[in-house]
C-alpha cells in the first residue's frame, strides 16, 4: 500500500488532454513539493517534473503539474502515441521523514 | 553528460545480503545525495535511503534495522547493502541522484533485479 495515492490506470486518445492525480496527507503533498516520474516499460523512471509544476530541460510543455492542498495532478495536453508510459508522483514525507511514492498509474493511449 | 552504472549480484538465497554498488561519471557531485530505490509489483517504488558527500545518511524507518548505506568519494561510487534478505525483498533496485534542494531525483541508473529465492 503506498504512502500517496493514484489511480492504477487511465486513457485518452491522441490529441486528448488527461490528467493523473495523486492524493496524500499534510506530513507530505500538503507541505512539500510534488515530483513526477514517466516511466517507460523496461527502463527506469525519468524526472518530468519537480517542484509541483517545473520542467526539467527536455520535457515537453505539454505536460504540467500543479498542486492544492493536499492533492497534486499532472496534466499531459496534446496526448500523444509516445506518452503512454506509467506515471509516479513523489514527495518527501515529515513524519516518516523519507520520500514516499505513489502505486503508479498506467497511461495507455487509445 | 552524468552516467550511472549499477552492478551487484542478483541472485541470493534467503538470509543472504544483498550488496550492490553505483559508479557516477561525468558530472560535479558536490551538494549531491546519492540514493537507492527500489521497485516491485506489490509495491510499486520504495524508497530505500539516501547518503550525502560527507557519509551521513537518512534510511527508510522500515528498513533501517537491515540497511547500509556507504559513499568513497574517491571514486565516485556508493553501495547498498541489505542484509537478512527474504522473499519480500525480491524487486529492480535502482540508485539515483539528486541534488541538494527541490529538484528531485535526476539521475537514475538502469536499475539491478535482485531475487531472492531458495
Known amino acids: 500500500q503506498s504512502v500517496l495515492t493514484q489511480p492504477p490506470s487511465a486513457s485518452g486518445t491522441p490529441g486528448q488532454r488527461v490528467t493523473i492525480s495523486c492524493s496524500g496527507s499534510s506530513s507530505n503533498v500538503g507541505t512539500n513539493y510534488v515530483y513526477w516520474y514517466q516511466q517507460l516499460p523496461g527502463t527506469a523512471p525519468k524526472l518530468f517534473i519537480f517542484?509541483?509544476?517545473r520542467r526539467p530541460s527536455g520535457v515537453p510543455d505539454r505536460f504540467s503539474g500543479s498542486k492544492s492542498g493536499t492533492s497534486a495532478s499532472l496534466a499531459i495536453s496534446g496526448l500523444r502515441s509516445e506518452d503512454e508510459a506509467d506515471y509516479h508522483c513523489?514527495?518527501?514525507?515529515?513524519?516518516?521523514?523519507?520520500?514516499?511514492f505513489g502505486g503508479g498509474t498506467k497511461l495507455t493511449v487509445l | 553528460q552524468v552516467q550511472i552504472q549499477q552492478w551487484g549480484a542478483g541472485l541470493l538465497k534467503p538470509s543472504e545480503t544483498l550488496s550492490l554498488t553505483c559508479g557516477v561519471s561525468g558530472g560535479s557531485f558536490t551538494n549531491y545525495y546519492w540514493t537507492w530505490i527500489r521497485q516491485s509489483p506489490e509495491k510499486g517504488l520504495e524508497w530505500i535511503g539516501e547518503i550525502d558527500q560527507s557519509g551521513s545518511t537518512n534510511y527508510n524507518s522500515s528498513l533501517k534495522s537491515r540497511v547500509t548505506i556507504s559513499i568513497d568519494p574517491s571514486k565516485n561510487q556508493f553501495s547498498l547493502r541489505l542484509s537478512s534478505v527474504t522473499a519480500a525483498d525480491t524487486a529492480i533496485y535502482y540508485c539515483?541522484?539528486?541534488?541538494?534542494?527541490?529538484?528531485?531525483?535526476?539521475?537514475w541508473g538502469r536499475g539491478t533485479l535482485v531475487t531472492v529465492s531458495s
Open positions: 513523489a514527495a518527501w514525507d515529515d513524519s516518516l521523514s523519507g520520500w514516499v
Open positions: 517542484s509541483n509544476n
Open positions: 539515483a541522484t539528486r541534488v541538494v534542494g527541490d529538484y528531485g531525483f535526476d539521475y
